[in-house]
């Protein structure tokens, strides 16, 4: 039945996608579908979980420290589909979604994410953002990498 739920669920977000670029914006399913789902998503569920990421987010605590650990967690098991989002679509709010990254809600295993992150083959500026943004987050909590 999990199963069924699950490939139910994943058809609806993907028929959203090919249908409408627009984003449910603060929306928690998505972050509730890339947590249970952390080792096996997709760039097409990273893209939409990420562009539902927004300064009109704040409003909502709950979302933002949800999504928060969210983007630690798929930094940590997959940052390239992170960066490769980053990199292919425009209309991500890059620039919050990053501050996200430099500002997490608790203290993190920001060594092995670091280390994830510049593991990576890709050498655009977002994955030196995305490092750059991680230094500064395990400096908040005087950890230095």
Not at 99 to 117: D, G, H, L, S, W
Not at 138 to 144: S, V
């Amino acid at each position: 039945m999990k199963h069924i739920l699950t490939m139910l669920f994943a058809g609806i977000l993907a028929t959203a996608f090919c249908q409408n670029k627009q984003c449910d914006k603060c929306d928690l399913r998505y972050i509730n579908y890339v947590n249970k789902n952390i080792k096996n998503v997709s760039e097409t569920i990273v893209e939409r979980f990420l562009c539902t990421l927004d300064y009109s987010c704040n409003l909502n605590p709950t979302f933002v420290q949800a999504s928060n650990n969210t983007i630690y967690a798929l930094l940590e098991t997959n940052p390239e589909l992170i960066i490769e989002c980053l990199k292919k679509y425009n209309y991500l709010n890059k620039k919050y979604i990053i501050e996200q990254i430099r500002n997490p809600y608790c203290k993190k295993n920001f060594a092995n994410t670091y280390k994830k992150v510049r593991a990576t083959t890709d050498s655009s500026q977002i994955k030196n953002q995305i490092s750059s943004s991680i230094k500064i987050a395990a400096l908040k909590y005087k950890i230095k990498l």
